[in-house]
């Protein structure tokens, strides 16, 4: 069966036995790609290292979303009260772990505060950056990081791996397309049938709306864009659907998706380029939300 991780965990493990850890990591790859599982077992691993329980801490710092939805944010007070809590003594062998998940949101004075934090490092603490967006990330924040990229598995990678996990050719290439690669993705379906079955609901809702009228790809689009993160959801898993119509076109593949692949694979390549492109633009910058999906569906 095809090994997961193996190359981000042979890092890690080989800089903590010659002791050698950065006090400082970055976890570069899409969501679902398996960061969060590898900071679960980086955690363990130093764990295993202290010989009291104490004598290891793990800190975690998301980001803060508005009530009404919106942009999310990590504040310079989140890094500030880190900074109290890793300022607390540990004993010569003991370890600190900071994971701050979406650090690409971090503001810029949250930023400014957490360079301080990595200019001086104490109490053997190692900061992890979840990360999708490296390039919002201060030059000088990630020139104090060591680089750790995730990538998806490629199709036919994903097919071994959910077959050597035991399930059938059939539903391990269904997972697949749907899951795109992401092993976190790919196990909560493979694990959870409702999850599954709501995601075959959702993308026979996305073959209506592409072969739907122009009248009611309008209705729709008033409908999301009145909320930012549905349309913000929406774009992405369009995106998805639109990827996994190319998987199915390139390698000639047999589903049960309920998927069609009469749209010429030029056009459907073309719309998805455009769509990633949006939806880059619609999460970094202000866009408007209505116009985000005009450009996307029309």
């Known amino acids: 069966m095809i090994a997961i991780h193996e190359k981000q965990k042979k890092i890690l493990s080989q800089s903590l036995e010659l002791k050698r850890l950065s006090h400082a990591y970055i976890f570069n790859g899409e969501i679902g790609t398996g960061k969060s599982t590898v900071v679960e077992w980086f955690s363990e691993k130093l764990r295993d290292e202290v010989e009291h329980l104490w004598d290891f801490q793990c800190w975690q710092?998301?980001?803060?979303?508005?009530?009404?939805?919106g942009r999310g944010s990590i504040k310079v007070g989140q890094i500030e009260r880190i900074k109290e809590k890793t300022d607390l003594k540990l004993s010569e062998n003991g370890?600190?772990?900071?994971?701050?998940?979406?650090?690409?949101?971090?503001?810029?004075?949250?930023?400014?505060?957490?360079?301080k934090v990595l200019e001086e490092p104490r109490n053997r603490t190692i900061?992890?950056?979840?990360?999708?967006?490296?390039?919002?990330?201060?030059?000088?924040?990630?020139?104090?990081?060591?680089?750790?990229?995730?990538?998806?598995?490629?199709f036919r990678?994903?097919?071994?791996?959910?077959?050597?996990?035991?399930?059938?050719?059939?539903?391990?290439?269904?997972?697949?397309?749907?899951?795109?690669?992401?092993?976190?993705?790919?196990?909560?379906?493979?694990?959870?049938?409702?999850?599954?079955?709501?995601?075959?609901?959702?993308w026979q809702e996305f073959q209506k709306i592409q072969d739907s009228p122009l009248y009611q790809r309008f209705n729709l689009i008033e409908k999301i864009s009145q909320d930012r993160e549905k349309t913000d959801q929406f774009l992405s898993q369009w995106l998805i659907y639109l990827r996994s119509?190319?998987?199915?076109?390139?390698?000639?593949v047999e589903t049960n998706l309920g998927i069609s692949t009469k749209a010429d694979f030029l056009t459907i390549v073309q719309m998805a380029e455009k769509i990633d492109m949006i939806e880059n633009l619609f999460k970094n910058v202000s866009l408007?939300?209505?116009?985000?999906?005009e450009q996307a569906l029309i």
């Not at 900071?98 to 810029?108: G, K, Q, R, S, T």
């Not at 979840?130 to 750790?148: D, F, G």
């Not at 994903?158 to 749907?178: C, D, Q, V, Y």
């Open 95 to 115: 370890y600190q772990l900071v994971v701050i998940h979406e650090a690409e949101l971090m503001n810029f004075t949250a930023q400014d505060a957490l360079l």
């Open 245 to 252: 119509i190319i998987m199915i076109k390139s390698f000639n």
């Open 157 to 202: 990678q994903s097919i071994e791996w959910l077959t050597g996990l035991g399930l059938e050719n059939e539903k391990a290439t269904m997972i697949a397309l749907i899951g795109q690669g992401r092993v976190d993705i790919m196990s909560e379906l493979k694990n959870n049938l409702v999850v599954f079955e709501d995601k075959l609901k959702q």
């Open 61 to 69: 710092i998301y980001p803060e979303y508005p009530k009404g939805g």
């Open 288 to 293: 408007n939300k209505k116009l985000a999906l």
């Open 127 to 154: 900061f992890i950056l979840l990360v999708k967006a490296p390039y919002l990330l201060r030059e000088t924040i990630k020139s104090r990081c060591q680089l750790i990229n995730f990538a998806p598995l490629n």
